[in-house]
């Protein structure tokens, strides 16, 4: 239907009335039309930045399954290792992470018995078998998922020389001699900032 012809009218006082609304509604349309084309054409990818500041063998999955997750969505994501939380990036150490049974409140243990030798080895190897069952990514394979996926997996460079790390020990494609300056500028520019 076309706007460009004014609606007849008996009553010509009523015509002129209605070609200024007409008028006035074809402008406001315009200005709705151009506002969302400039919506649509400027819509910027989503970023996102997660801390990870724990490197129990619990905590490295919410990072990274998040990140990787994140990614598929065409995020550009950004997780920032820095303290423990260092040690899931360590090839050597993320093959080790351990899941503590003390002071966790869904363990099925009180913590007396939770804090025997021992016990932490044993919830951490009940865990590797119930995701072994399940067909869950191993922290390794969600590692290289999020580094495929373009997810910059960041290493704390205070952290790393802290810990007196090498920046070799790390998986191949970790960014490391990152620092907190760079972290917050991340997170400055994110959607969605996670402290994990």
Not at 89 to 102: I, P, Q, R, T, Y
């Amino acid at each position: 239907m076309s706007t460009d012809n004014p609606a007849a009218s008996v009553d010509d006082a009523d015509a002129d009335i209605d070609a200024a609304e007409v008028q006035a509604l074809r402008e406001r349309v315009e200005e709705l039309e151009a506002s969302m084309a400039a919506v649509e054409t400027g819509d910027e990818q989503k970023k996102m930045t997660i801390v990870a500041t724990q490197g129990s063998f619990d905590m490295a999955y919410p990072p990274l399954i998040l990140a990787s997750t994140a990614a598929a969505f065409g995020w550009d994501v950004v997780v920032f290792h820095t303290f423990w939380g260092l040690d899931i990036l360590h090839e050597e150490k993320s093959s080790n992470l351990k899941l503590s049974a003390v002071g966790n409140p869904n363990m099925p243990v009180p913590n007396a018995l939770a804090a025997l030798p021992g016990m932490d080895a044993m919830a951490t190897k009940m865990m590797q078998k119930k995701i072994d069952e399940n067909g869950t990514a191993t922290i390794e394979e969600l590692i290289d998922l999020s580094l495929e996926s373009g997810v910059d997996l960041q290493a704390c460079q205070m952290t790393i020389e802290l810990m007196d790390y090498d920046e070799d020990d790390f998986y191949d494609g970790v960014t490391t001699g990152v620092g907190a300056a760079t972290a917050l500028q991340h997170m400055s520019e994110s959607d969605v900032q996670l402290l994990v």
